[in-house]
């Protein structure tokens, strides 16, 4: 009933940037939010950027000056762009689809089980 693809990620050096890229697929019409989140190993996932369905967006506090989360409504993409990558930005970076709860609470949260993945893209920054 939802679908979720994610694309764009590589390998990039320190200072660089990337455009990271969700196709989303709902099944059935209803409100949602959508945002991005990453995984290194052995770290717990964290939030890093959400984006309602009116265009309003919400950013952890960490990714904010670098990061920004944009969407294509007609093209039902969501997307990521990441400047400055730094080598602790190498992680597992996911969408997710969330239908309810808290949007602010939801990146704090680092996404919540319950929620609707994609599959991820790796991003890797060397130094």
């Known amino acids: 009933q939802v679908q979720l693809v994610e694309s764009g990620g590589g390998e990039v050096q320190a200072g660089g940037s990337l455009r990271l890229s969700c196709a989303v697929s709902?099944?059935?019409?209803?409100?949602?939010?959508i945002g991005w989140f990453r995984q290194a190993p052995g770290k717990r996932r964290e939030g890093l950027a959400a984006?309602?369905?009116?265009?309003?967006?919400h950013y952890a506090p960490s990714v904010k000056d670098r990061f920004t989360i944009s969407k294509d409504n007609a093209a039902n993409t969501l997307y990521l762009q990441m400047n400055n990558l730094q080598p602790e930005d190498t992680a597992m970076y996911y969408c997710?689809?969330?239908?309810?709860?808290?949007?602010?609470?939801?990146?704090?949260?680092?996404?919540?089980?319950?929620?609707?993945w994609g599959q991820g893209t790796q991003v890797t920054v060397s130094s």
């Open positions: 997710a689809v969330e239908f309810g709860g808290d949007i602010t609470l939801w990146i704090k949260d680092g996404g919540w089980r319950a929620s609707h």
């Open positions: 709902v099944a059935y019409q209803s409100t949602y939010c």
């Open positions: 984006i309602d369905q009116d265009g309003s967006t």
